[in-house]
């Protein structure tokens, strides 16, 4: 079988999978969001963290609670990491310093999983499963409270209530990742990935099945649980260096299929959740084939950069295989990629520096859109709303007509909000590069020089802006530079736009609905899906490209 035959087919059953969870799971978590019923546990979790679930809260008061859940795991996170000296389990790794300290603290609040260390020579079994494990479930749950309340914004009306924080964070936890993640590990333990809480060993290195004399150290940890959370709620950090193209994490390539599948199952099933509390089936289809058009044209692109460039080593190889595992090879790889940065995601099963030069302008692009198609939990959908929003409005502009989405009007007050959410993460990218460009002393971080150097950091706070956490390997981020200015680009581009999210919800909710006439944009068509599409890639195309042209697109055109 061919390279590019396989690459298609795990695309088509990957494709499948997704179609087959897409209902039962969009209609699970509806249900989840709309029930007044609460579950024993939650309550004794209630009861223990001093919340009323039943009392409805507007938008400001919805935002506090975010905020000071957010702030408590940043502490907790930094605290743990700076005591982890002290503390059993710690398979006798030191505390980390402050500023890497508060990097990660950040990163793994935030859902970006940025990581400036190596996971296995730096975090004992303590960290990474009460600290980080559980800031992966949590960090989820949040992102899909603030979208679950957006959607509220727009199925109600008068009454500006969004639902309860503390409720819809509980829910998110117990209902809906933890059962799955169980699931998941189960498939992961039987595909190889490793459970335990063992200490360090020493392995031995062998080269043909004979002894090179040398010698590795590895740790185990509970990997396989922490790995199904990693991907399943989009966060991307992995237990290992290597991450996902750690055979300890990601053994087969059933199990790297499965990864995928689990990264997007989510984002991708929200869209029905959405369909169903707005009362209309058709307006999350339109919504999802926003999504996947947007996923597959990107995985099809990859692929034809990845497989078609030239060059006698890559037509031995059959396509680019620099940098990639070559037991998933070049397709497994490019869906991989492709996935992991239109998702929050991160993770990653091969290294993008090493991808061809278009081929990486692709990953930054997939995140620069906003993570949308599907995004992240919760961030991937109500991003794409945001962006269904500012369609509708410049559809009203072409027909002279105050634009209308769901019932809702958007006015003065709805597109300023949708304006600030879609400049706040471009400002942080395009202003920190340019500041770490122009300073002395952060060019220093780059392995490489030129338009791939430039690249490098280009990418390093687009990931971190938009709370991707993958990197161009090449980048040395373990710096008090970078450590701060990664630190404060995840902080402010996580909760910057949630204001702006929960604001514009709380307005909508606010609204009384209007009803449809003969003058309405139908945005449950393929027309609006079409429009949809191409507001994003004009609105982020003219963002970023003198930026795009100055790394990757440079890149690829001169190889």
């Known amino acids: 079988m061919s390279p590019v035959l396989a690459g298609i087919l795990q695309l088509l059953a990957l494709i499948a999978a997704l179609a087959l969870v897409h209902r039962p799971l969009g209609d699970h978590m509806a249900r989840v969001y709309s029930s007044d019923r609460h579950l024993r546990v939650e309550k004794w979790i209630y009861k223990g963290i001093g919340a009323d679930p039943d009392t409805g809260m507007r938008w400001p008061a919805y935002l506090r609670g975010v905020l000071a859940f957010s702030a408590a795991g940043v502490l907790f996170l930094y605290l743990l990491q700076r005591l982890q000296g002290v503390l059993p389990g710690s398979l006798g790794f030191s505390s980390i310093d402050p500023d890497q300290a508060f990097n990660t603290a950040v990163s793994f609040v935030t859902n970006t999983n940025w990581q400036s260390y190596y996971g296995e020579q730096a975090m004992g079994h303590v960290v990474q499963t009460a600290g980080l494990a559980v800031q992966n479930f949590v960090s989820a749950a949040v992102g899909i409270a603030v979208a679950v309340a957006l959607v509220r914004g727009f199925a109600r009306s008068r009454d500006g209530d969004l639902g309860n924080f503390w409720a819809d964070l509980v829910r998110g936890v117990v209902r809906i990742l933890i059962p799955l993640s169980v699931v998941a590990a189960i498939v992961l333990v039987a595909c190889g990935v490793i459970q335990n809480f063992s200490g360090i060993h020493e392995v031995g290195q062998f080269v043909n099945g004979h002894s090179s004399g040398g010698s590795q150290q590895w740790n185990g940890g509970a990997v396989a649980s922490q790995e199904a959370i990693k991907e399943l709620g989009t966060n991307g950090g992995g237990y290992f260096n290597a991450n996902s193209a750690h055979p300890f994490e990601n053994p087969t390539p059933f199990s790297n299929l499965f990864e995928i599948f689990l990264l997007l199952v989510v984002p991708f099933s929200l869209t029905r959740t959405f369909g169903r509390m707005v009362g209309s089936l058709k307006q999350g289809y339109a919504i999802l084939a926003t999504m ?49 940065t239109l998702t929050s995601t991160g993770a990653v099963d091969s290294f993008h520096s090493s991808f061809t030069g278009l081929g990486g302008g692709i990953t930054m692009l997939g995140m620069q859109l906003g993570e949308i198609a599907p995004g992240g939990t919760g961030s991937g959908l109500y991003g794409m709303l945001i962006m269904a929003i500012i369609a509708v409005f410049i559809a009203g502009l072409m027909v002279g007509r105050t634009p209308e989405y769901l019932g809702k009007k958007i006015g003065t007050r709805e597109i300023k909000f949708a304006a600030l959410y879609i400049l706040i993460t471009p400002a942080l990218v395009l202003v920190l590069t340019a500041a770490a460009m122009a300073l002395p002393t952060p060019g220093n971080s780059m392995t490489n020089t030129g338009a791939h150097g430039f690249s490098e950091i280009l990418y390093a706070y687009t990931s971190a802006a938009n709370n991707n956490g993958s990197a161009f390997a090449g980048l040395n981020a373990d710096t008090q530079w970078f450590n701060t200015t990664l630190g404060l680009a ?15 919800a709380g307005s909508l909710a606010g609204q009384k609905p209007v009803p449809a006439t003969a003058g309405t944009l139908r945005t449950d068509k393929p027309l609006f899906t079409g429009l949809l599409v191409g507001a994003i890639l004009i609105i982020t195309g003219l963002t970023y490209f003198p930026a795009l042209a100055l790394g990757p697109l440079a890149e690829g055109l001169a190889s």
């Open 490 to 504: 995840m902080l402010l581009g996580r909760f910057l736009p949630m204001v702006f999210v929960l604001a514009l």
């Open 292 to 340: 996947a058009t947007i996923w597959v044209g990107f995985v099809a692109l990859m692929m034809w950069t990845e497989f078609a460039h030239h060059g006698p080593a890559f037509d031995l190889a059959g396509g680019a295989l620099e940098g990639k595992e070559t037991r998933f090879g070049v397709g497994a790889s490019s869906i991989f990629a492709v996935s992991t």
